[in-house]
Structure formats: C-alpha cells, structure tokens
C-alpha cells in the first residue's frame, strides 16, 4: 500500500503549511482565523487558540511525516511532501487573502 505512504506525505506538507501562519500570528500576539471563530475560518481567534492549533497541526504534520516515511533520500515522498505544502500554502494565500479584505 505505498499509495497510503504518498496520502500521508502529501498530507503531513499541508498540515505543516497550515501551521505556519496560524503560529506566526499567534508569536505576535495577533488575532487570526481559525476554525474555532465565529463564524469559523472568517472570525477571528485570539493569538493563544492560534499558537494551540498551529502546535496541533504540528504535531498532526509530524505523526503523517513518520508514517509516510519522508527521507532526503527518497525523492517522491519529498515531491510529494511539498506538493502538499505548495497546495495548501496556495490555497490559504487565496482563502484568507479574500476573508481579509471584507
């Protein structure tokens, strides 16, 4: 099943996206969106939900990395790691780049 290996590869990249700006914003002391706001994803949360849930995905990123068996070695599991980070970095810049400018 080395299908379930390149999911969890592609998934541990989109997860550590995730967190990069929720913890950046969080650091900083900023309120971001999270799913947790109301109304989720468009509201926003307080720094500390923010630094919580980039921990979360984190620890999310780190568990699907293992499983996945990423290696400097094997080059698909890393095209296939920063297929997901690319993606979701891509979709977050368009989905929060259109919540914030309401």
Not at 36 to 57: D, Q, R, T
Not at 66 to 75: P, S, Y
Not at 77 to 102: E, K, P
């Amino acid at each position: 099943m080395a299908w379930l290996r390149d999911v969890a590869c592609f998934f541990a990249g989109a997860f550590l996206a995730n967190a990069v700006p929720h913890l950046v914003y969080g650091a900083c002391g900023d309120p971001f969106p999270t799913p947790f706001a109301e109304p989720p994803g468009k509201g926003l949360s307080s720094p500390m939900v923010n630094v919580l849930w980039a921990l979360l995905n984190l620890l999310v990123a780190y568990i699907l990395f293992e499983a996945g068996r990423v290696t400097r070695h094997d080059r698909l599991t890393l095209g296939v790691f920063f297929a997901g980070f690319a993606l979701m970095s891509t979709l977050m810049s368009w989905g929060f780049a259109r919540t914030r400018a309401r």
